[in-house]
């Protein structure tokens, strides 16, 4: 860590600022992946096959329909 706080003390203050906020970013950036939150969208798309099929009825459907 002292090698890169060597190289930003040499940079100058207008390069600092700019090098300091990429940094912010690519923090906040790893954050907000990490704090994603399922959308679950998909509740309710099988209501009306679910009530034709158990769950292991439905998998095995779908097992047939990738060639599995």
Known sequence: MTTLARFFEQLPPDIQREVRSYAEFLLDK????????PSFD???ALKD???QYSSVELQ???????GA
């Not at 790893?30 to 939150?37: L, Y």
């Not at 095995?60 to 990738?66: T, V």
């Open 49 to 51: 096959i679910g009530e």
């Open 30 to 37: 790893r954050f907000k992946k990490r704090q994603k939150v």
């Open 60 to 66: 095995h459907e779908i097992e047939k329909m990738r």
């Open 42 to 44: 998909w509740e309710g």
